[in-house]
């Protein structure tokens, strides 16, 4: 298939657009609306009303005090978006793309999911506004995350198992495409992280970086100025461009991507194409994206967001793994120290904080940005911790 490459939405060499000719009128539309509509007024009143009445934004940024006196280093304080409505910070991210797509006239709603998260938080939002909402998974995560697949249907959604290739997340990501190449007239692609071509990563980042917007003003209020560092996990990466956003031109502020060390796109990844963008992708032997696996499905990804791709190798931002061992021993911390349950996602920004909080004197500063609460991994920890 002929490729076509758009020079908007680039950082640096990364990001593009590397897709057939049909889907990029079909991106170069919804960039058009993209930018017509993020600062119009309306449109922010909107978007400010969801979520502070659904979401329930603003959430706090709260004072870990046990967990600072446990560590013995710098002060550490939570940004809470596991307290967000379905619980982590997918949600910001599905109000936005909603309320666009309404803008934009679209009557349906598609998605794809791996793991499932992304899935339940597209078929909550597409509940609240009463649309039609379909999502594809890979027939082999279907079967995997069954329950995830009724909490979907709970909320009114068509779950589209694709038997297709190997039937996984790669495989759903090609149905949903060409659902949106046939139907884009009266259809929505709401794309989950990230990722992806553009305008989707600076879509996604616009939406998320109310995180940072609130995070900035909170610790200006606490403490009366600006944190030492900034950590977050990263899968996709849009917890944590949404966590880094109002501090990446702010020098003094340290900017920390968390990986599992099975999938470290950003420590071990080399420049190349995935998805239909240029990012920092883990590649075999074979130059193939490699198969990755993390206890945390939503780090599960060979690939990385393309600005952080660029902040990685400019230097702006450093990136960290922690392995699966680090992990299960914060998340069990963090319950025990603080009655906080983290997602396993967040247990990994969690576990580096713990290893960089004692290098540091006590005057100084981190926000740990936990992405999501663990309900949804309690019963997983279990099973690892009594084999
Ligand atoms: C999906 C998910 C992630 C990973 O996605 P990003 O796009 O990297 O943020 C992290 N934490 C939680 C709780 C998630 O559900």
């Given at each position: 298939?002929?490729?076509?490459?758009?020079?908007?939405?680039?950082?640096?060499?990364?990001?593009?657009?590397?897709?057939?000719?049909?889907?990029?009128?079909?991106?170069?539309?919804?960039?058009?609306?993209?930018?017509?509509?993020?600062?119009?007024?309306?449109?922010?009143?909107?978007?400010?009303?969801?979520?502070?009445?659904?979401?329930?934004?603003?959430?706090?940024?709260?004072?870990?005090?046990?967990?600072?006196?446990?560590?013995?280093?710098?002060?550490?304080?939570?940004?809470?978006?596991?307290?967000?409505?379905?619980?982590?910070?997918?949600?910001?991210?599905?109000?936005?793309?909603?309320?666009?797509?309404?803008?934009?006239?679209?009557?349906?709603?598609?998605?794809?999911?791996?793991?499932?998260?992304?899935?339940?938080?597209?078929?909550?939002?597409?509940?609240?506004?009463?649309?039609?909402?379909?999502?594809?998974?890979?027939?082999?995560?279907?079967?995997?995350?069954?329950?995830?697949?009724?909490?979907?249907?709970?909320?009114?959604?068509?779950?589209v198992p694709v038997h297709k290739g190997q039937g996984r997340l790669k495989d759903?990501?090609?149905?949903?495409?060409?659902?949106?190449?046939?139907?884009?007239?009266?259809?929505?692609?709401?794309?989950?992280?990230?990722?992806?071509?553009?305008?989707?990563?600076?879509?996604?980042?616009?939406?998320?970086?109310?995180?940072?917007?609130?995070?900035?003003?909170?610790?200006?209020?606490?403490?009366?100025?600006?944190?030492?560092?900034?950590?977050?996990?990263?899968?996709?990466?849009?917890?944590?461009?949404?966590?880094?956003?109002?501090?990446?031109?702010?020098?003094?502020?340290?900017?920390?991507?968390?990986?599992?060390?099975?999938?470290?796109?950003?420590?071990?990844?080399?420049?190349?194409?995935?998805?239909?963008?240029?990012?920092?992708?883990?590649?075999?032997?074979?130059?193939?994206?490699?198969?990755?696996?993390?206890?945390?499905?939503?780090?599960?990804?060979?690939?990385?967001?393309?600005?952080?791709?660029?902040?990685?190798?400019?230097?702006?931002?450093?990136?960290?793994?922690?392995?699966?061992?680090?992990?299960?021993?914060?998340?069990?911390?963090?319950?025990?120290?603080?009655?906080?349950?983290?997602?396993?996602?967040?247990?990994?920004?969690?576990?580096?904080?713990?290893?960089?909080?004692?290098?540091?004197?006590?005057?100084?500063?981190?926000?740990?940005?936990?992405?999501?609460?663990?309900?949804?991994?309690?019963?997983?920890?279990?099973?690892?911790?009594?084999?």
């Open positions: 298939m002929s490729q076509q490459v758009q020079q908007e939405g680039y950082f640096g060499e990364f990001g593009g657009s590397f897709v057939p000719p049909e889907l990029q009128e079909v991106l170069n539309y919804l960039s058009e609306q993209f930018y017509k509509f993020k600062d119009d007024p309306e449109f922010k009143e909107e978007l400010r009303y969801y979520l502070r009445e659904y979401v329930g934004r603003e959430n706090p940024l709260t004072y870990a005090e046990r967990l600072t006196e446990a560590w013995g280093g710098a002060k550490i304080y939570l940004k809470r978006e596991d307290l967000n409505h379905t619980g982590a910070h997918k949600i910001n991210n599905a109000i936005g793309q909603i309320l666009l797509a309404k803008r934009m006239g679209a009557k349906r709603i598609i998605a794809e999911t791996g793991a499932g998260q992304h899935g339940v938080a597209t078929a909550t939002a597409c509940a609240m506004f009463n649309m039609e909402c379909v999502i594809y998974m890979g027939a082999e995560d279907t079967r995997r995350q069954a329950l995830n697949v009724f909490r979907m249907e709970l909320l009114g959604a068509t779950v759903a990501v090609d149905e949903a495409l060409d659902d949106l190449v046939r139907n884009y007239k009266n259809t929505f692609y709401l794309l989950g992280s990230a990722v992806g071509p553009h305008p989707f990563p600076t879509m996604v980042k616009h939406f998320q970086s109310i995180i940072s917007e609130e995070s900035k003003r909170q610790i200006i209020e606490k403490e009366g100025r600006l944190p030492d560092a900034v950590l977050a996990c990263a899968g996709g990466g849009s917890n944590a461009i949404g966590a880094f956003a109002h501090y990446i031109d702010e020098p003094s502020v340290r900017l920390i991507g968390v990986e599992p060390d099975q999938a470290p796109s950003l420590t071990q990844g080399v420049p190349s194409i995935l998805h239909g963008f240029k990012c920092l992708v883990l590649l075999d032997e074979e130059g193939q994206p490699k198969k990755t696996y993390s206890i945390a499905a939503g780090l599960d990804y060979p690939g990385i967001g393309p600005e952080h791709s660029h902040l990685k190798v400019t230097g702006r931002a450093e990136y960290a793994t922690v392995t699966n061992e680090e992990v299960l021993e914060a998340f069990q911390e963090l319950s025990r120290v603080e009655g906080i349950i983290p997602a396993l996602e967040s247990a990994h920004a969690v576990a580096y904080a713990k290893k960089l909080a004692p290098t540091m004197s006590r005057d100084r500063i981190l926000i740990v940005n936990l992405s999501g609460r663990g309900d949804k991994d309690v019963e997983q920890v279990f099973h690892m911790l009594h084999k």
